[in-house]
DNA sequence: GTGAAAGCGCTAACAC
DNA sequence: GTGTTAGCGCTTTCAC
């Protein structure tokens, strides 16, 4: 139950040369004869050396190891975008530590520190806002940071996401399109930055487009889980909007499963369009007509462009973006579109 | 951009002691006299000192971090487990390496490999089976490692589980009790020792007890995923089952739409009993009656046994068996219960 | 192509 | 209560 054993110094021993060499070996330096390098690996397959990742952190400086800040694994766009991320990483030979904000900042606080403890070599950071002391944090940090599905404010970190702005005016426009004026607009906190100055922003686009005027009461705010979406749904009824985007998927089944148990039939009498286009979006019934977005490939992305930031290369675009789209599916009337 | 600049030596020059008594200060080690404890927390502010935690896990041997093989992020009843797991590392301050595997033996392998070069002090392994692979890296492996919602057929490894085979019995029991008598069952693979030597039986046991004769053709092997749930239920309905115990809930979720879309009703025509009781058996409609299981302390009781064997305690049980129970919803008809 | 030796930043005896 | 001193297992100059 010991850890570690065979270190690069049994292997140097066992195979008569310096660890020097076995260390070229392991780490595939050219510099080492074809004979030695045969030897040394015969005796590294019999000892079972596995080069311990700790020693060589310390004394190389880079740990290959990235921290993964995520609101909660268990919501499902975050889980998405995590998976993008991890098989970038291992295609880099990169392993992640994850770990859990729950969107508190005390928290997010705590876990950037220890990541940095850690020694990681750069993180990849999710949330939905983003505020001063995690700024500093991110100052503090003496690795890049590349935020996920989240937009800075003041554009100082890197990040991958879609243009929420136009997404939600285009989605928006689809429902006016439809005769709808009467528009709910469902979404997380309006404090949150991506909310106020972009989704929020693309929805009143729209209106304008159309000569709706916007109607604050219309504009409903939950915390982007299922829950809070079936208790809005009552709320949304009652404020006798017609049709409704909501921002995210688990609120908007939330919201379509809400509005059925209160006897609105989707989509004759009520028609709704969601974000994210996650799994759950076709899980609903009737399913849940989308804007499309790359959730993983967001992750990905954000990922290959912490790779280049550690290797010190050169971002062509600081703020990536990605194309986004939109699927037509149940919860919208077909003869609309 | 340069990492970690300020040491432990830094500290100790500046607070004019040892690096000795530096240590002992961060360590909350008792014996330093409040006075010195106290300028050396002056002089760390000051510094801005982090520990340096690699170097603190070469010099200790160990890491406070552990490792989580997992097989989807992606998948919600393995999220919820490895929220589990991270919420209990957090509060014993470990952090997680997390790394997918997609039940792919290599990649399971290769990734137990990595965290042992971490020189993780643990690993938590989920996933839907256990060959002699794997187990012989459960041997290498110089640290404990703990299953999470997986059962080890030899009984070797530490585990939490909750008894699936009663589990299906019961769930199968009241599908009878309501008078079906061709039950479908749809679990995953059933080369896999949970399904064929756990569920199945259990699904068997309840069908003995109602002399009800065991049929293979009404059992399905699926990929625990929607989609495979979905392309199912045609095959289910060309079954002439009458009801069906779905092994997981996504796959559940794609069987009952399926049937709907098939022009099935359920329940009035056909009932449907699931496994997880995840977030997604709530969302489908009508909504999947479910066996129930704490998936979260699943993870969070595996994460707690892990440490205590990093602390080399006693496990009163090897094998821990957690509560399942059954909630009733709309798959199944209100009057049968 | 290979080796010697000096760290990397910390912990853990052990001494005082 | 505090300091000294070896390492922990590797990478990385710098020689040769």
Redesign the pocket.
Known sequence: MD??????????REA?????????V??G?????A???EKVNAVIAKLG????A???G?????TTTIGVVIPDVTNHYFAELARGIDDVAAMYHYQIILANSDESNTKEIQVMENLLGKQVDGIVFMGNILNDDIRDEFKKADVPVVLAGLLDEYEEQPSVNIEYRSAMSDATTRLLQAGHTKIAFVTGDLDHYMNKAHKLLGYQDALAAYDVAYDEKLVFQGTYDYQSGYQLAQEIKDSEATAAIVANDEMAAGVINGLTDAGVNVPDDFEIITGNDSKVAVITRPQLSSITQPIYDIGAVAMRMLTKLMNHEELAVNNIVLPHGYVDRGSTKHDNM
């Open positions: 850890k570690q054993t065979v270190t690069i110094y049994d292997v140097a008569k040369v310096s660890m020097a060499t076995v260390s070229r392991v780490n330096n050219a510099n080492v004869k004979e030695t390098k050396y596995r080069p311990n700790v020693a060589r310390l004394a190389s400086r880079r």
